[in-house]
T-cell receptor, first 113, second 115 residues
Framework: DQQVKQNSPSLSVQEGRISILNCDYTNSMFDYFLWYKKYPAEGPTFLISISSIKDKNEDGRFTVFLNKSAKHLSLHIVPSQPGDSAVYFCAANSGGSNYKLTFGKGTLLTVNP | ETGVTQTPRHLVMGMTNKKSLKCEQHLGHNAMYWYKQSAKKPLELMFVYSLEERVENNSVPSRFSPECPNSSHLFLHLHTLQPEDSALYLC??????????????FGPGTRLTVL
């Protein structure tokens, strides 16, 4: 039973446009959420996180939105660049002393020049 | 070397072989993790060490045996594996390992194929 779901295996956008990656979760105990980015032949790298006390967190071109009532979060990348082409993983945990991250399967983003 | 390194990057082994995966972190962290990523599945946590003490064994079969001799090094000893154990094995580290908001830094992974 997947507790973190990324229902779109892939997404293709044009350079300069917005990329929106979605993630749904089922465990109501999750209160800390992260996005990781992974290039081929490299490990995942941390991108941005959000705590459940917030509904938005912004870092440069990257913004994560959290809708707790819908158990849904999204990552917006504006403007998208070809170098953003990678697999994006959503992850969650219940914060506090719980270090166990539950990951989604990932979404492959392709940004076309 | 910086960050988290893993060797070897690729490994092919038979079911009767014994091999080891190595991970080294150069970040001064106190916690280290092993994850498994099988095809079309999410990353799954296998083991966690904090200050060289194992704090998590996520129901992993005994044919996988971790070792953490110090806070910078982590090994995964493999013996009598099955073909379904073929996967990408990722190592990660974090500052403490006992705080949910600690960022985990990943190595590039070892691509393991069991014949």
């Amino acid at each position: 039973d997947q507790q973190v779901k990324q229902n779109s295996p892939s997404l293709s956008v044009q350079e300069g446009r917005i990329s929106i990656l979605n993630c749904d979760y089922t465990n109501s105990m999750f209160d800390y959420f992260l996005w990781y980015k992974k290039y081929p032949a490299e490990g995942p790298t941390f991108l941005i996180s959000i705590s459940s006390i917030k509904d938005k967190n912004e870092d440069g071109r990257f913004t994560v939105f959290l809708n707790k009532s819908a158990k849904h979060l999204s990552l917006h990348i504006v403007p998208s660049q070809p170098g953003d082409s990678a697999v994006y993983f959503c992850a969650a945990n219940s914060g506090g002393s719980n270090y166990k991250l539950t990951f989604g399967k990932g979404t492959l983003l392709t940004v076309n020049p | 070397e910086t960050g988290v390194t893993q060797t070897p990057r690729h490994l092919v082994m038979g079911m009767t072989n014994k091999k080891s995966l190595k991970c080294e972190q150069h970040l001064g962290h106190n916690a280290m993790y092993w994850y498994k990523q099988s095809a079309k599945k999410p990353l799954e946590l296998m083991f966690v060490y904090s200050l060289e003490e194992r704090v998590e064994n996520n129901s992993v079969p005994s044919r996988f045996s971790p070792e953490c001799p110090n806070s910078s090094h982590l090994f995964l000893h493999l013996h009598t594996l099955q073909p379904e154990d073929s996967a990408l094995y990722l190592c990660a580290s974090s500052q403490t390992g006992l705080v949910g908001t600690d960022t985990q830094y990943f190595g590039p992974g070892t691509r393991l194929t069991v014949l």
